[in-house]
Structure formats: C-alpha cells, structure tokens
C-alpha cells in the first residue's frame, strides 16, 4: 500500500505516482544502489509501473517516495514489510 503523505522539517515522504517510474529506473543504473538488490538490469517503464501498482495492492508492505528539498531522493522502492501484528505474543 501506498503511505500517508508525512512532511518533516527536511525531508518528505509521499505516496508515488506513476510518473516517478521513468525516474526509478534511471536509479538502476548506480551500482551503489543495486548491489543488494536480486534484480541484475534495469526494469523497463512498464515493468516499474506495474511493480508500483502491485506494490500498492500489497497489504504488508508500505512505500513512499522520499522528496529531500523538492527533489525525489533515493529508491522508491523502499518497500517495507509490516507484517501481521498479533496481540499475543507467540512463543519461539
């Protein structure tokens, strides 16, 4: 799913749009950010477009598009696991 809109006094987290892909897939090209990534080459536009659309749809997971001085910073693709939340703790 997609994240609220949060403003910080540096830094702002927002929902992304289907705009942003063009610009992500440039972000491919850095080796800096792909080495962890399982992905080698670089996805096409319509291949980002449509992992933001499932990325949206996915209830365990959460993505924003970090914006530092109005310009996007970073991967979007920062998706995170927010797992299920249980009330009780489970024994290990």
Same mark, same amino acid.
């Given at each position: 799913m997609? &994240? @609220?809109?949060i *403003?910080? /006094? %540096?830094v702002r %987290?927002?929902p992304p749009k @289907?705009?942003?892909?063009e610009v +992500?897939i &440039? !972000?491919?090209?850095d080796l800096? =950010?792909t #080495?962890?990534l399982?992905? *080698?080459? @670089? @996805?096409?536009?319509?291949m980002?477009k *449509? !992992? %933001?659309? =499932? =990325?949206? /749809?996915?209830p365990?997971?959460?993505?924003w598009?970090m914006?530092?001085? &109005?310009? #996007?910073s970073g #991967?979007?693709?920062f998706a995170?696991?927010i &797992?299920k +939340?249980?009330s009780?703790p *489970?024994? #290990?």
């Amino acid at each position: 799913m997609y &994240g @609220p809109v949060i *403003q910080g /006094k %540096l830094v702002r %987290l927002r929902p992304p749009k @289907p705009e942003d892909a063009e610009v +992500m897939i &440039g !972000w491919f090209e850095d080796l800096e =950010t792909t #080495r962890f990534l399982a992905l *080698q080459n @670089p @996805p096409s536009i319509e291949m980002e477009k *449509q !992992w %933001l659309e =499932t =990325t949206a /749809k996915d209830p365990n997971s959460v993505i924003w598009v970090m914006e530092v001085g &109005g310009s #996007r910073s970073g #991967r979007p693709g920062f998706a995170r696991s927010i &797992g299920k +939340m249980d009330s009780e703790p *489970q024994a #290990r």
